[in-house]
């Protein structure tokens, strides 16, 4: 069975500070993990994808996310948020034995700051 | 480029009717997916298909039923509404496997059952 948290609803930053949104999985099998960004009135839009290859993960408009198996985590991280970064974030994860199956998290509001 | 377009984008229904939503893709994807999204909450699939003449159910497939007549497309219908599925629905289509390959959705259909 999957299973995905994000441990933050909301996240409030600075314009030009750090982002960092949480996301932890639980998964009986070696999982896929991606995160996806949804503006208002929009679907979802791939920001970037870990596959079982390189653990730190770089992904579109300067986001990145390390996947750490130890503490069963995928955090997405950002050096300097954006005016334009103002959105709802979702982590998902999938199993290899699910071939149409993804589980989505409640997702994080993410609101920049001027 | 079209991507996934969804049809209609808002609807308002009584109790009791009837109605399907159409998604179109024109990336030559073999899976495409329903998914309902909820204030507050992550998407939920619904249904989704393999390839073209097949179906399979997803997470909440109760008061819903689909077709894949043709490989870009994809038909979600409400057999009777009920104000329970008042909700904002999804399209996506992958080209591969979830766990494997990345889902493109489309901008959604906001559906009010009064």
């Known amino acids: 069975a999957q299973s995905v948290t994000q441990l933050d609803s909301h996240v409030s930053v600075s314009e030009g500070t750090p982002v960092l949104l949480r996301c932890n999985y639980s998964?009986?099998?070696?999982?896929?993990l991606f995160w996806y960004v949804q503006h208002p009135n929009k679907g979802l839009q791939l920001l970037l994808k870990?596959?079982?290859?390189?653990?730190l993960v770089k992904g579109i408009n300067g986001f990145e996310a390390e996947f750490k198996k130890s503490e069963t985590s995928f955090h997405l991280t950002k050096p300097s948020a954006h005016m334009s970064d103002a959105a709802e974030y979702f982590c998902?994860?999938?199993?290899?034995?699910?071939?149409?199956?993804?589980?989505f998290g409640d997702g994080t509001t993410l609101t920049v700051k001027p | 480029n079209a991507g996934v377009t969804q049809t209609p984008k808002f609807r308002v229904l009584k109790t009791g009717q009837s109605m399907t939503l159409l998604c179109a893709q024109d990336?030559?994807?073999?899976?495409m997916y329903w998914y309902r999204q909820d204030p507050g909450m992550g998407l939920r699939l619904i249904h989704y298909?393999?390839?073209?003449?097949?179906?399979a159910k997803g997470e909440v497939p109760d008061g819903y039923n689909v077709s894949r007549l043709k490989k870009q497309n994809f038909l979600l219908g409400l057999e009777s509404a009920a104000p329970s599925q008042t909700s904002v629905y999804f399209c996506?289509?992958?080209?591969?496997?979830?766990?494997?390959?990345?889902?493109?959705f489309g901008d959604g259909t906001r559906l009010s059952i009064l």
């Open positions: 298909s393999v390839g073209e003449g097949t179906t």
């Open positions: 996506a289509s992958s080209s591969g496997t979830v766990s494997l390959r990345p889902q493109h």
């Open positions: 990336m030559n994807h073999e899976y």
């Open positions: 998964s009986s099998y070696s999982p896929s």
């Open positions: 870990y596959t079982s290859a390189a653990t």
């Open positions: 998902v994860v999938s199993e290899g034995t699910n071939a149409g199956k993804s589980t």
